[in-house]
């Protein structure tokens, strides 16, 4: 007889491919500050990537096209602002500047969503799968690739460093260690020391984890 862990891991197998085979929207993000101050918004979804870059490049042109003396006085001139910026109607901007980029995820309609639901919870209703499931993505954590460190850099030229898991067949998810989503095929490996600035929290949340590394060595 089929143990209820392998008929979990059979339907959890099944539904992996549901997500990395349904079509592809693309959700394009505005940004503006750096660290703690830092914001996103979502600006628009669009069905392919190359509509993303366009609407990105639309973005951009509006942005560029702004009067100087808006920006440097944007609290005066936010209606002007919001007027011109039409492709982006939750614009925000501060003296860092706005930057948009895009990122992907599955396109999944009513009835997909319904079958996804469903198998999530024959699989929640197993003994122990959310613990074992759980744990699995823990051990499988990463910070590095090929020997290599994770990095991503992103469109303000900061460098953060990354970790990251295999969290079903196929499916890979890179973060950084100030908790931001690297955009799929953003993340590099590090082949030699970056000149690039780093960013303080990624650095000193890696440093806080080395001690704690060298502490638990060092006990007997």
Not at 83 to 103: I, K, N, Q, R
């Amino acid at each position: 007889m089929q143990s209820r862990t392998a008929e979990s891991q059979q339907i959890a197998e099944q539904t992996a491919p549901v997500l990395s085979e349904a079509p592809r929207a693309y959700v394009i993000i505005g940004t503006t500050g750096e660290y703690s101050d830092r914001t996103e918004w979502q600006v628009a979804v669009v069905s392919s990537e190359d509509a993303a870059k366009r609407y990105i490049e639309a973005l951009d042109q509006q942005y560029q096209q702004m009067p100087p003396h808006w920006q440097d006085r944007r609290w005066e001139y936010d209606d002007e602002i919001k007027a011109h910026m039409s492709l982006d109607p939750s614009f925000e901007c501060d003296y860092t500047g706005t930057s948009y980029f895009y990122c992907e995820c599955p396109s999944l309609s009513d009835a997909r969503i319904a079958d996804l639901l469903a198998s999530a919870r024959e699989v929640q209703s197993c003994p122990g799968v959310s613990e074992t499931s759980s744990a699995a993505i823990k051990s499988n954590v990463f910070s590095a690739i090929d020997g290599k460190p994770i990095r991503f850099t992103d469109k303000l030229g900061l460098v953060h460093i990354c970790e990251g898991a295999d969290v079903h067949r196929g499916v890979r998810l890179i973060w950084t260690l100030c908790e931001r989503d690297v955009p799929a095929g953003k993340a590099w490996k590090l082949d030699k020391p970056s000149m690039h600035e780093v960013c303080l929290i990624c650095l000193k949340r890696s440093n806080e984890r080395a001690a704690l590394a060298s502490a638990r060595e060092v006990q007997p």
